[in-house]
């Protein structure tokens, strides 16, 4: 009896760390459904009389949100998909090719992923003007590709270097070459791991704020992080706007989140550990 | 058995990806660091300086201010997140998921994480308009609940800035550590833990005891991960104060990003750029180093 009265004090305050933790959402949700009139005799605690949703109308029109959530699930979409391709091409070769001097290509990769952007950003920014390539959505899929592949390198390289080589050794018997063992084998074995790539590299290129904001001046290339940053940097949006913003930058982080929950703490159990 | 070319056929499957790292990251870092040793505007080509971004580097205020709340950030988003994410771990996972189910520990736990996905421009966004000094939330609330005089201008006092934007970056960052500890205590041994209780220590004892042994791969994963992050914040900074008021929340970071792209020294700004560079490859280092003994010692003491 006196153990069960003390379990609900721990229960009870990590219930209320948690809630501060969803706080911010609700208080953004809130005052994204109140009209500017309400908002004023109110103030931001005050509860909603209705919904009103002009103010996220609004907003969505006035800086096209559409074109921007397609140019994040562009550039998202196409960065998950090309850096799976050229992490399981590089793990390819370093876990189960086990090619000469493997341990430093890969400890290259390593640094390469602990690099930060700061001291790539100028050069990548000045070549890319040089090449044509500024202010376009390819630029920044063809750099985050690459970024990502290092760390989907690192990761997938010791899941592969642990691949029961019996498959492999059989499959090369029956007469498979390279490319099937690669592509009928490897893969769809390893797909547990390709899907959790395939999510963290979507989120955190949806999320990647430094370069976008650098590769992407003009309105209609921007990422909705990008141009959700640049306008509150502009310091110009009313309390209406300015949580029509939130709000509308919040909802496809959840919906990534209750769609992708259970393969991203899995992910970060995997990705931290290896 | 096998010959020799088969084996370095494998070659060919990182062309690709050499290619691609030497153009996208190798040719750009080389660069970069060539640049911090000229006097370079963007346009023309870049003047031979020798060191002498360095040596202006050693005088200038603003970058030792920088570095130095580099290190409060640290303080903000790994030494704080880890310390309250592993007694948070440690009471979700061997209190609440012992004695009120996995389900409400995993909806806990949800709650924890969900800042860790949401784009730092967005978060940024949320606090910058929960701490503003006329109309924030924060404020109001404390003026409802009669403490008027304890509202502040959050994000625009010098003195306070640089604490708002900590503790900001807590809540950002709490939910990366919390998870990655829970994944590790499910290696734990629960019998461990079973004994320890039956020879009647109590949870401190046992956090101390056991847990925190257990974790010590993690803690290092996460400390090194976490200090790296807390380097290279940006996004943040940006939003939320544009490293003011008065440079009293300027990062490297930002201070590097604001030399090249809005004072155009881009010689000067590379040479920021390359002394951050060396500090997170050293500390990576370290980082590994320490993570790798801990691993080998785990499996050292349970073989």
Aim: glycine share 8%; charged share 15%.
């Amino acid at each position: 009896m006196r153990a069960a009265l003390r379990r609900y004090p721990v229960l009870i305050a990590l219930c209320l760390a948690a809630l501060f933790m969803v706080v911010p959402f609700l208080i953004v949700t809130v005052n994204a459904v109140k009209s500017p009139a309400e908002y004023a005799r109110g103030g931001p605690l005050s509860l909603p009389d209705g919904l009103y949703l002009d103010g996220l109308k609004d907003f969505w029109e006035r800086v096209d949100y559409g074109q921007k959530l397609l140019n994040s699930l562009l550039i998202s979409g196409s960065v998950a998909v090309l850096a799976v391709v050229l992490s399981v091409l590089n793990a390819y070769a370093i876990g189960i090719g086990r090619i000469k001097g493997r341990t430093w290509v890969l400890a290259f990769f390593v640094l390469a992923n602990m690099l930060p952007q700061e001291a790539l950003v100028y050069p990548l920014y000045h070549l890319s003007k040089e090449a044509g390539l500024y202010d376009t959505r390819l630029s920044v899929i063809i750099v985050f590709t690459v970024i990502q592949a290092a760390f989907g390198t690192y990761l997938l390289s010791s899941v592969l270097a642990r691949f029961p080589r019996e498959i492999i050794e059989a499959a090369r018997i029956d007469g498979a070459n390279r490319w099937q063992v690669l592509w009928r084998i490897v893969v769809p074995v390893s797909r547990p791991t390709i899907g959790v790539l395939l999510v963290f590299f979507f989120i955190w290129t949806w999320n990647e704020f430094l370069l976008p904001l650098v590769m992407l001046i003009s309105n209609d290339n921007q990422t909705v992080s990008v141009a959700l940053g640049v306008l509150q940097g502009q310091r110009l949006m009313d309390a209406t706007m300015t949580n029509a913003a939130a709000l509308l930058g919040v909802l496809p982080a959840l919906v990534f989140f209750l769609v992708f929950q259970r393969t991203l703490t899995r992910g970060i159990a995997v990705g931290a550990v290896k | 058995m096998r010959v020799r070319g088969a084996r370095d056929s494998y070659t060919l499957f990182l062309l690709p990806g050499v290619l691609a790292f030497l153009a996208v990251i190798v040719l750009p870092f080389l660069l970069n660091t060539g640049v911090s040793f000229t006097d370079w505007q963007g346009v023309g080509s870049p003047r031979w300086s020798g060191l002498a971004n360095y040596r202006e580097l050693a005088d200038d205020s603003e970058f030792w201010e920088s570095f130095r709340h580099s290190l409060f950030m640290v303080v903000a988003m790994a030494a704080v997140p880890t310390a309250v994410g592993l007694v948070l771990a440690a009471a979700l996972f061997d209190h609440v998921g012992r004695y009120f189910g996995a389900r409400i520990t995993a909806v806990l736990r949800a709650c924890f994480y969900l800042p860790q996905v949401l784009p730092i421009a967005v978060a940024g966004i949320v606090w910058s308009w929960i701490l503003a000094p006329d109309d924030g939330s924060l404020n109001a609330l404390l003026k409802a609940v009669g403490l008027g005089g304890w509202q502040q201008d959050w994000l625009g006092d010098p003195d306070l800035a640089l604490y708002s934007v900590m503790g900001v970056m807590v809540w950002v960052q709490l939910g990366f550590p919390l998870v990655v500890f829970m994944a590790g205590l499910q290696r734990v041994d629960p019998q461990l833990h079973e004994a320890a209780e039956l020879d009647g220590a109590g949870w401190w004892r046992r956090f101390l005891h056991i847990t925190l042994p257990q974790l010590r791969p993690e803690i290092y994963v996460v400390l090194t991960w976490c200090t790296i992050a807390a380097l290279k914040v940006f996004g943040a900074v940006y939003v939320l104060t544009k490293g003011g008021p008065g440079g009293a929340t300027n990062v490297p970071s930002y201070f590097s990003f604001t030399t090249f792209f809005e004072k155009t020294q881009v010689g000067y700004g590379a040479a920021i750029s390359t002394v951050l560079t060396v500090i997170i490859l050293a500390l990576s280092l370290a980082g590994l180093k320490l993570q790798t003994r801990a691993e080998d010692a785990e499996e050292g003491t349970s073989a």
